[in-house]
């Protein structure tokens, strides 16, 4: 599947690199570290080998992408604790240093507790994130820190406006979710 999907990823070459930073942002919050996450990724560090200004704008969008969903989370915790358990709240507090991070996982108890609200939210932030970064042209020569590694960043200004674009529209969309579209309950025989 992982080299199904680079394979495809390669092939979008002459594809519009909005449409391309959009797409990446959706395959990085997606399943949160699985296999599509990890072909997106596997395919923007594969590209830090050559010597392309546009392989490392989408080593940006990977990266900033894969960094809103434990953020928004943490942010949705503040914004709204009242729709969270204690254990979500507190999860909320880790997850902003392993959004910082660029670890994705740190999304996964709110995604596994709640898949139908919160994978489609992180997705949109994921897929604004993506496209912002690939339109303000923002670089990175890193692999992977997250905000730490922002000597590497090219653009940090314009990074820092499509990660706090993502991980707000994130946060508000979960929320919004949350609130408003209850999950069904299971029926009992």
């Known amino acids: 599947i992982t080299s199904g999907l680079t394979h495809w990823l390669s092939g979008m070459s002459g594809t519009s690199v ?5 797409i990446l942002g959706l395959m990085m919050c997606f399943d949160l570290g699985g296999p599509v996450n990890k072909a997106a990724y596997a395919f923007a560090a594969a590209g830090l080998n050559v010597a392309e200004p546009a392989s490392l704008r989408i080593m940006a969008a990977v990266m900033a992408a894969g960094m809103v969903p434990p953020l928004a989370m943490a942010l949705a915790t503040v914004v709204r604790p009242g729709l969270f358990t204690e254990p979500e709240r507190e999860n909320g507090v880790a997850a902003w240093l392993l959004g910082a991070s660029f670890i994705s996982e740190g999304a996964i108890p709110f995604a596994a507790a709640d898949p139908l ?3 489609p939210s992180m997705m949109a932030g994921g897929a604004i ?5 690939m339109a303000f042209g923002v670089t990175l020569r890193a692999p992977h820190g997250g905000i730490f590694v922002f000597f ?5 200004a314009m990074f820092l406006v499509a990660l706090v674009a993502g991980t707000v529209v994130s946060a508000l969309a979960v929320v919004a979710a949350k609130q408003f579209i209850k999950p069904r309950q299971p029926v009992s025989v």
């Open 129 to 133: 994130t993506g496209a912002l970064c």
């Open 18 to 22: 909005i449409v391309l930073g959009i």
């Open 117 to 119: 609200r919160v994978i």
């Open 152 to 156: 590497a960043i090219g653009n940090l």
